[in-house]
């Protein structure tokens, strides 16, 4: 052997660095196999597809913005007044009018409603989002944009039209009259005080269109009920408005 060679031996240094690469390779094996396996006798269980999950989300997208638009236009304040014109109805037919004419009533006045009070909130995006009492309502806070809320006011008007139709032609004559009345008063209240008595005024309308949908006919009883109506919405809608003094 020539001096200053070294022998070189498997079993030493080759040895102890192939059992390392070989240790080093059984765990980089091992442990992932370890993680990912499942304990014995246990039952994997699916989980939801995607469509299905896309479908669910949709749902509850769908849930969230229909109870913004109803919160939107205060849909228990139209059930509310709804008995209003219900009551019109009632002292014209001298008892329970048909089913179908109630129905039709009850769509026409929430249809005008909800045109209107979805209207209103448009019209006052801008001053409500300056007042801390009403900033956080759905359209100045973004949970309802403005072509969502005009796109509301056009099927409210729609259904509103088509009710009265259905009812006969002099309220299907009357109602653009009506629902000009109840945009207005979305800007009454830029010029005048008298702004309490004209929601009172739309609100008296209730009790006469009632009528009207039963007889076709204006007669003095649901005038002076509607009279009685505009007063006592005006004296509340002035208390009302004391919160922001």
């Not at 196999?33 to 999950?53: D, F, K, Q, Y």
């Not at 009812?167 to 008298?194: D, E, H």
Request: with cysteine; proline share 6%.
């Amino acid at each position: 052997m020539p001096t200053g060679q070294v022998e070189s031996r498997p079993g030493s240094e080759d040895l102890g660095t192939e059992s390392l690469i070989n240790s080093e390779a059984g765990e980089s094996c091992i442990v992932p196999c370890i993680l990912n396996e499942a304990p014995v006798g246990a039952r994997s269980t699916p989980g939801p597809s995607a469509p299905a999950i896309t479908v669910t989300a949709r749902r509850e997208t769908s849930t969230v913005m229909v109870r913004r638009l109803l919160s939107l236009v205060k849909i228990e304040h139209t059930l509310f007044a709804l008995p209003l014109a219900f009551t019109g109805s009632i002292l014209a037919a001298r008892g329970v009018p048909s089913l179908k004419v109630l129905g039709l009533v009850a769509l026409a006045f929430a249809g005008a409603r909800t045109a209107a009070m979805a209207f209103n909130r448009l019209a006052d995006r801008h001053l409500d989002a300056l007042n801390p009492r009403t900033a956080d309502r759905e359209i100045p806070s973004g949970q309802i944009n403005v072509y969502q809320a005009w796109a509301l006011v056009a099927i409210a008007v729609g259904t509103y039209f088509l009710a009265a139709l259905a009812l006969n032609w002099v309220c299907f004559s009357l109602s653009p009259v009506a629902l000009a009345i109840l945009l207005a008063y979305s800007y009454s209240k830029r010029f005048t005080w008298l702004c309490h008595f004209f929601l009172g005024l739309c609100l008296g309308l209730a009790p006469v269109a009632g009528w009207l949908a039963v007889t076709g006919q204006v007669e003095w009883t649901p005038v002076v009920l509607g009279i009685g109506v505009l007063f006592w919405v005006a004296g509340f809608d002035v208390i009302y408005a004391c919160q922001d003094v």
